[in-house]
């Protein structure tokens, strides 16, 4: 089994075991709706809400090696927990409590990436949405990807809605602007 799928599959089944609310993102996830890429570590969103998020540091931190020495405080600082699987495979645990946030993990979806592999994953829509937020040029060209291989499947509107909301937050109009156009609306 692909070392990536493998990495995933672990901390999803620990997320499960612990009955917390997740999403795979990132480049994984980009592989069920866009272009595939090369991707060396797997991204995922952790539901915490505000001001638990030691509890789930400090117990992600029991089972799992930190990939960076005093982890659990670089998590507090940034919301996100650096450590890797079994294998030496990075995971990088992104600490949710935004609205947005919640909806993404609530429509997740089941995808099987190999046969007996599901893995939950964030929607064609959610990706399109955090990829333009992050704005770094591999994430509009995951943008353009997902645009293309998605085509008319996508939820629009959620997009635009979701969107218009994180751009006014970044204080970058520029980023829904440039969605439109590559949504060609």
Known sequence: MNLIFKAAKEISDYFDLNGWSFCIIGGLANQCWGEPRTTHDVDITLLTGVGSEDYYAEKITESFKTRISDAVNFAMRNR?????????????????????EEEMISRSVDFEFIKGVNLKVCSAEDLFIMKAFASREKDWLDVKGIANKQNEKLDVDYILKHLEMLSELKEEPELLLKAKNILGV
């Not at 996100?80 to 609205?99: H, K, N, Q, T, Y």
Request: net charge negative; charged share 15%; no cysteine.
């Open 80 to 100: 996100v927990l650096l450590i890797e699987s079994s294998d030496g495979i990075p995971l990088d645990i992104s600490f949710g409590a935004l609205p947005f």
